[in-house]
C-alpha cells in the first residue's frame, strides 16, 4: 500500500507488539493501547518454534529473542522414571534456529523495545471504550477520554477479546476444553538441552523447557473442574500429588518447587471465529480470533504469523478491506488447521474420545505437524 496507515493494535501482547514493529518499520503510523501499566508478560517461559523465530528474524529481533533464551534442537521423549524413549531432531524454517525457550516477560521486553524503536507508540492503562467504522476509517474513544480516526483497527486483545466481544456479542466465547495447564520455573538441570517430553499414567505428559542457562519451566495438563482453582497455600503440593508417578528428572525439579504462587495455573480454553475476522475496518487476530489448546506450541506463533502476514498483505494490497480479504484468505486454514490438531492431540493424551477427522489429523502427529508448519506461511 503506497500511503502511510494509522493503525491502532487493541492489545500489547506479543501478537500486537508484533505487528507494531512490522506496521511501524514499514513508516505507518502505530499506536497499541495496552490495558496493563507496563509490559509484565504474565505466565512463565514459552517455545518459540522455527516459525515463528523465522518471524522474528523477519522483524529484526532474532538475534534479541536468542540471547534472551535457550535455544535447542532435540526434543526428547522419555518415560515415567526419565528413561529416554526417542530423540527426535526438529525442523528448521528456512535457516530459522529450530527452537528457543524464553521467559515471557524477556520476549515482551524485546518486542517492546523494538516497537518503540521503530518509532510505535504504546500508550499503557487505556482500552477501546467506543468505537464507530464508517467504512472509510475508524473513529475511536479510548478509556483515557482521547479521541482518533484511524485506517485500521486491530484486535491482538487475547482469548478474552473485549473486541470480539463488540463486534460478534457473546456468540465467540472462550470454550472450557475440559483440561488445565499448570507450569513452574525452576533451575535448568544440566542435561535438560531441550525440552524433555516425559509421559505417564496419571498426568498426561510432563514437560522439561529451558528458557535460559540457569532456567526451565515445569509444565503439565490435567482435566480438572472448570470451577477448580489451586489453594494459594499449597500449590505446589498439589502439583506434586498430581505428577506423583514420575520420578526422575520431573521429581528433581518438583524438589525445587517450595513457593506456592510460584505455580501458575491456567484453565485450557478454545475460541473459533466462524465468521469473518474481520467486520469492515475492525479486525481480530492471534488468541481473539483462534485461540488454541498448547499441545503443538503453536499459539503465540501463530499470532506472531499473523502480524507479519498482516503487514505483507497491507504491502500487496491497494486498500485496506483487500488486504484484509487477502490475510484471512491465507491465515485461516493454517490457524484451523494447527487449533484441530492441537485439541485432538489433546484428546489422545488424555484418553478422551475422539472423531473421525480428529484421527485423521492424529496420523499428521506432533512430528509431521511440525515439518508442515516449517513450510511458509
Known amino acids: 500500500m503506497a500511503t502511510p496507515l494509522r493503525v491502532l493494535v487493541h492489545g500489547g501482547g506479543i501478537g500486537g507488539l508484533s505487528l507494531a514493529v512490522a506496521l511501524a518499520r514499514r513508516g505507518h503510523t502505530v499506536e497499541v493501547a495496552e490495558l496493563r501499566d507496563e509490559l509484565d508478560a504474565l505466565g512463565v517461559g514459552i517455545i518459540q518454534p522455527s516459525n515463528a523465530l523465522h518471524v522474528m528474524r523477519e522483524l529484526g529481533v532474532l538475534d534479541a ?33 529450530a527452537n528457543n525457550g524464553i521467559p515471557r516477560p524477556a520476549l515482551a521486553a524485546v518486542l517492546g523495545r523494538a ?35 484511524w485506517d485500521l ?16 456479542g457473546d456468540r ?65 503440593e498439589e502439583l506434586a500429588e498430581r505428577l506423583s508417578a514420575f520420578s526422575g528428572p520431573v521429581a528433581e525439579a518438583l524438589t525445587h518447587v517450595t513457593d506456592p504462587s510460584a505455580v501458575v495455573y491456567s484453565r485450557i480454553s478454545q475460541v473459533t471465529v466462524d465468521e469473518p475476522w474481520h467486520v469492515g475496518r475492525v479486525v481480530l487476530a492471534g488468541d481473539a480470533a483462534h485461540a488454541s489448546t498448547p499441545h503443538l506450541a503453536q499459539g503465540a506463533a501463530m499470532a506472531v504469523e499473523d502480524a507479519l502476514v498482516l503487514a505483507l498483505s497491507l504491502d500487496g494490497s491497494d486498500s485496506v478491506p483487500s488486504a484484509l480479504e487477502a490475510w484471512e484468505a491465507r491465515r485461516r486454514p493454517r490457524a484451523m488447521f494447527v487449533q484441530a490438531l492441537s485439541r485432538a492431540v489433546l484428546k489422545q493424551e488424555t484418553g478422551t474420545a475422539t472423531t473421525p477427522e480428529e484421527d485423521e489429523l492424529l496420523k499428521i502427529g506432533i512430528p509431521g505437524a511440525a515439518h508442515v508448519l516449517a513450510k511458509a506461511y
Open 65 to 97: 529473542c536468542l540471547a534472551e533464551g535457550f535455544e535447542w534442537e532435540v526434543l526428547t521423549i522419555c518415560d515415567p522414571t526419565g528413561a529416554v524413549l526417542a530423540k527426535i531432531p526438529q525442523p528448521r524454517m528456512d535457516g530459522a534456529p
Open 115 to 149: 516497537a518503540t524503536e521503530a518509532g510505535a507508540v504504546i500508550r499503557f492503562g487505556t482500552t477501546i471504550a467506543d468505537l464507530t467504522d464508517d467504512g472509510e476509517g475508524v473513529d475511536v474513544t479510548l478509556s483515557d477520554g482521547s479521541t482518533g480516526r
Open 153 to 168: 483497527v486491530v484486535g491482538f486483545d487475547g482469548i478474552g477479546s473485549p473486541l470480539r466481544k463488540r463486534l460478534y
Open 172 to 236: 465467540y466465547a472462550p470454550e472450557y476444553t475440559g483440561f488445565a495447564n499448570w507450569r513452574v520455573t525452576v533451575p535448568r538441570q544440566g542435561d535438560v538441552q531441550g525440552v524433555v517430553m516425559s509421559t505417564g499414567n496419571q498426568a498426561a505428559k510432563a514437560l522439561l523447557t529451558p528458557i535460559t542457562p540457569d532456567d526451565m519451566y515445569l509444565g503439565s495438563v490435567f482435566a480438572e473442574a472448570e470451577d477448580f482453582r489451586p489453594d494459594p497455600a499449597r500449590a505446589h
